[in-house]
């Protein structure tokens, strides 16, 4: 007679409890978990139980019957009672065999278990039946699945992890088929990733929206921001708002938008259907909800890379400092990278006699047009108060010492002047013996009038 479920398993419960005095619980599996959806008889229950954990996650698992004399004896028992001295455990099974969840019972007394082995798998077979005949195990709740996935949000990686996170669990919460996330860059908006086989109309989408451009993606970023969320009513041959005309283009005929951040930062979460549905004011909130979890946590991950570049960075030139050359130089290759040890000639006379505001400048100059002299995948570094360093790969020592010369014209081109010592690291030589012998080399450049470049020995 149960019309649910989670009632056919409360009658079960109900029903056993006249008959014993045993903790009884019904768990069934929910996603991936074991949830309980009936119990009785005890002070605290395990709400949620992961698929092999306990002897109910045992029993789950292989399918067959759990008879516990002695729970001490049993490593897998999970304590809900300090009384409990016996447990029984039977699967629910479907048509199949294949379980669905557990009967649990929990004594803490002097009990036959044998003549109740019978009695609660017969019980779980009527109960399994039942189940399937009401459609199965309760489907996970939208909230439950919010919660889920907001977990999923919050442990992201990288911004790219976060925003795939976050456009999957919109797409499942909302049971809408596509979800796109646009992020306000610097030069627009940005389209987040998709998934790894996106579908047929996540693919029409991002291809009109790319068509359209950043003018058009910054139109419904801007719209989102200045009215709010907003959503479809599910009305044939009602005409789309102008702005979202790439969308419909698309094939949308369903779609929730809803702000993301901050107006000037933020972004917009689209989430789309091309059948023609009528999402719910709930299903807004919840995507409103899943918006400002991922901002929060979008936002942290931003915070957390700014400290760890302004952590690895001279706060003055930007360059990284000590802290990552000396990870860079651990790692040169003997006779192939070459150390560039950079003074700047008379600087010291510039704070004496301009203050350190103007060393600032020197400074600050000289490292753009330093950075603006190497090539491509050549690092530069800030180590002291006028001193650099710059890592290169070269192929032969001729090679370092022109690129050492391209850094003095630059610098000359500022009105300053700098001395260059050039060391390539000997086989076996730690990095700090060959960033020594570059310094030697540029002592060697100061003693012969500055200005000029000069090769340590190999």
């Known amino acids: 007679m149960a019309s649910s479920a989670q009632e056919a398993c409360r009658w079960t419960v109900t029903a056993l409890s006249r008959y014993t005095p045993a903790t009884i619980s019904v768990l069934l599996q929910v996603h991936d978990r074991l949830r309980c959806v009936a119990a009785t008889g005890a002070w605290q229950v395990f709400a949620t139980v992961p698929p092999e954990t306990g002897i109910v ?40 065999g294949r379980a669905i969840g557990v009967l649990d019972l929990q004594w803490s007394g002097p009990v036959d278990l044998e003549p109740w082995r019978e009695t609660a798998q017969r019980l779980a077979a009527r109960l399994g039946a039942r189940i399937v005949a009401l459609g199965g195990p309760p489907a996970e709740s939208r ?45 627009g908006a940005l389209l987040g990733p998709s998934p ?76 789309a259907d091309e ?66 040890a950079i003074d700047v000639d008379g600087f010291k006379t510039v704070n004496d006699t301009y203050g350190h505001q103007a060393g600032d400048r020197v400074l600050v100059g000289l490292a753009r047009a330093l950075e603006g002299a190497l090539r491509h995948g050549d690092e530069l570094y ?24 391209r850094l003095t014209e630059a610098a000359r081109r500022t009105g300053r002047t700098i001395s260059v010592g050039v060391a390539l690291p000997r086989p076996g030589e730690s990095p700090d013996l060959t960033l020594r012998r570059a310094d030697q080399a540029l002592y ?9 470049v000069h090769l340590a020995a190999a």
């Open 57 to 96: 996650g045992r029993v789950y698992a292989t399918g067959a019957a759990a008879v516990v004399p002695d729970v001490t004896a049993d490593p897998d028992y999970l304590p809900i009672r300090p009384d409990v001295t016996a447990e029984l455990c039977v699967p629910v099974l479907d048509r199949s």
């Open 275 to 340: 059948r023609l549905l009528r999402p719910d004011p709930t299903t807004v909130s919840l995507m409103e909800l899943l918006a400002g979890q991922a901002w929060t946590s979008l936002d942290r991950l931003r915070t957390l890379a700014r400290l760890r570049e302004q952590a690895s960075s001279d706060p003055l030139t930007g360059l990284r400092h000590t802290g990552p050359f000396g990870q860079r130089i651990a790692a040169a290759t003997p006779g192939r990278t070459a150390l560039l």
């Open 382 to 405: 800030r180590i002291g108060g006028d001193e650099f360093v710059a890592v290169i790969e070269v192929s032969r020592p001729e090679e370092a010492v022109r690129i050492a010369e």
């Open 196 to 271: 790894l086989v996106p579908g047929e109309l996540e693919t029409r989408i991002r291809a009109e929206l790319t068509e359209a451009g950043p003018a058009a993606l910054g139109r419904m970023l801007d719209r989102a921001h200045r009215y709010g969320a907003g959503y479809t009513l599910g009305e044939a041959d009602q005409p789309p708002t102008e702005d979202y005309r790439p969308l419909t283009r698309a094939g949308v005929r369903t779609l929730v938008a809803v702000p993301v951040g901050p107006v000037d930062a933020g972004g917009v979460l689209l989430v």
């Open 143 to 187: 909230s439950e699945k919010l919660l889920r996935h907001a977990a999923a949000v919050s442990s992201a990686p990288t911004e790219w992890d976060l925003m795939g996170a976050a456009s999957c669990a919109a797409r499942e919460v909302s049971t809408l088929s596509t979800a796109v996330l646009l992020i306000a860059g610097p030069e």
């Open 444 to 452: 060697a450049v100061k003693r012969q009038g500055r200005d000029g």
